[in-house]
């Protein structure tokens, strides 16, 4: 599975540098590949970027602040609130489940991150019921016990749906719990456009929690992410992304009310009810019986998650809104999306976009792309970046900057940097050995992108100064976290290892 997506994404990629790079204005606006490179082409994204830089870019509504609540969590997709508080984040390219603890200490991030489930296949979408955390991996629906008192899961993680179709183009599946207590789990198309051979492709899909009464709920959505119910009215309004390739400006991507056996146009047809160049052709009966958007986002923006405002509180402009995270475009000369809005329902029945948080992407430069909102108990919302491995938290109240805030209260507060006791020569010798020791064991193996084989999952080492001491380093390779294997080394080699990470990590 890894080795063609790999591929694909390398060819894409090398496309793109041709395009981009050298023959842009030769080729037609609709093969325009500009998103950001080392997504596409190494599947990862850039380190999380420092304090002055956020507070300079980002941009939230006057009456709101934000900070970053977390880092270091590469691909972080899908969010979902726990009943105590805690943040539960997807990361499917590390196969896992990952939990922030909340704010205890006001300094606005999470003050813990803890694996809650992992080796799993692409986990995407999340949602909590009946006692049992829910997961949709790219094929599968699986759930395990979880005790949200201690934020723990129990027991073994079990699979109630498996065989939906998996892999190829979006390749993201999304789940959540409808007011009606069943299962919605969308599955996107599994190209940009064609007829699909599994009709629970480009779908939304329903069953019951134990995974049984499999149903088709609704078709023709090329790749519905992000999906939620209107407070009040109970309807279900589903993001869906438009097709590539037919130019900067067209399809636009679009908000669907989803209603049970309707059909939403693809690939037959494109934003209101506009017949597709490539297959809308003899499909005329289809593309007047199907269901236009509520509302029309601009062309490869890529609406993702979504989410309606609900706590008690919100500020009044955002009462009776749904915030959706723009993932931004790459198959358009100049990027647009790369920022989170707000969606306003008029009396008239029309919706109003408005921008929520900015600055993502600024004159081609992009430090984040947004996934997925969820909104706290306490009423803040918080945004993934998948780009960047970050969580936002937006909140009312009055601006506060990032680099003040981070270091009016640094996660290591009372301890210095781990290294500063050291005398420098010594640091010096035994960082260099440290280094030396890295390379002869292997440690690059698993921990530096680019450098790993095929199928190796990449743990990034970052931040270690924040979260050791020397001492408690090597003490960490004497007895690491599973998977992360055992070494034979002398406590001496642990300790220029840890002093060798922690300089060169910090
Ligand atoms: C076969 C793959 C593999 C190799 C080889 C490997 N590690 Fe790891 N390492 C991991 C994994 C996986 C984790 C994450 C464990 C977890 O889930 O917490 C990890 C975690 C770590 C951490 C903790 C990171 C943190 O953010 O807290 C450190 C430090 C570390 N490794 C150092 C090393 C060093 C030094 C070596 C070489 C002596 C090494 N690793 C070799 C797989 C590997």
């Not at 989170?340 to 929520?356: C, K, M, N, P, Y």
């Not at 290892?497 to 910090?506: E, T």
Request: with cysteine; net charge negative.
């Amino acid at each position: 599975m890894r080795r063609p997506l790999r591929t694909a994404a390398l060819g894409i990629g090398l496309l793109g540098l041709v395009l981009v790079g050298c023959c842009r204005f030769l080729l037609p606006d609709r093969y325009a590949v500009n998103a950001p490179l080392r997504q596409i082409l190494f599947g990862r994204g850039i380190d999380p970027p420092s304090p002055a830089r956020l507070d300079e870019r980002l941009r939230v509504p006057d009456g709101f602040h934000f900070t970053r609540y977390a880092e270091g969590l590469p691909n972080a997709r899908l969010l979902r609130f726990t009943p105590a508080g805690d943040l539960l984040v997807s990361q499917p390219r590390a196969g896992r489940v990952v939990l922030l603890a909340p704010d205890r200490d006001g300094d606005g991030r999470s003050d813990e991150t803890r694996v809650v489930l992992e080796g799993l296949n692409r986990p995407h979408g999340l949602d909590l019921h009946d006692g049992w955390l829910y997961v949709a991996e790219t094929d599968a629906i699986g759930r395990v016990r979880f005790d949200a008192g201690t934020g723990r899961a129990q027991g073994a993680f079990e699979r109630v749906v498996t065989g939906i179709p998996g892999g190829e183009n979006h390749f993201t599946r999304t789940l959540r719990f409808g007011p009606d207590g069943a299962m919605y789990v969308s599955v996107g198309s599994s190209c940009n456009v064609c007829i699909e051979k599994d009709a629970r492709r480009a779908a939304m899909l329903r069953f019951q929690p134990d995974g049984s009464g499999a149903e088709i709920y609704a078709t023709g959505l090329r790749n519905a992410v992000g999906f939620d119910w209107q407070p009040g009215t109970g309807k279900l309004y589903a993001t869906d992304n438009g097709r590539d390739l037919l130019g900067d400006d067209f399809p636009p991507c679009e908000l669907n009310e989803i209603r049970p056996g309707a059909f939403y146009g693809w690939p037959f047809a494109n934003g209101n009810r506009v017949p597709d160049p490539d297959f809308g052709a003899g499909h005329e009966a289809q593309i007047a019986a199907s269901a236009p958007p509520v509302h029309e986002f601009r062309a490869h923006n890529a609406p993702l998650g979504m989410t309606f405002v609900r706590a008690a509180g919100a500020p009044p402009g955002l009462q009776g809104a749904a915030l959706v995270a723009l993932h931004g475009s790459w198959n358009r000369t100049r990027k647009d999306g790369y920022r989170v809005v707000s969606l306003h329902w008029r009396d008239d029945g029309t919706i109003e976009e408005r921008d929520f948080m900015t600055g993502f992407e600024r004159d081609g430069d992009v430090i984040g792309r947004p996934v997925d909102v969820a909104q706290g108990p306490d009423g803040a919302f918080y945004v993934s970046d998948d780009y960047s491995g970050s969580i936002y938290r937006v909140a009312p109240g009055e601006a506060r900057s990032v680099a003040q805030n981070d270091a009016a209260t640094p996660p290591r507060s009372a301890q210095p940097f781990p290294l500063a006791a050291l005398p420098v020569k010594e640091a010096k010798g035994r960082s260099e050995h440290g280094e030396t020791l890295f390379e002869e064991t292997g440690c690059w193996r698993c921990h530096v992108v680019g450098r790993t084989q095929d199928g190796v999952v990449v743990v990034p080492l970052a931040h270690l100064s924040q979260r050791y001491s020397i001492d408690e380093l090597a003490a960490y390779l004497a007895a690491p976290t599973p998977p992360m294997p055992v070494f034979a080394l002398s406590n001496e080699e642990r300790y220029d290892l840890a002093v060798y990470l922690l300089g060169s990590r910090p």
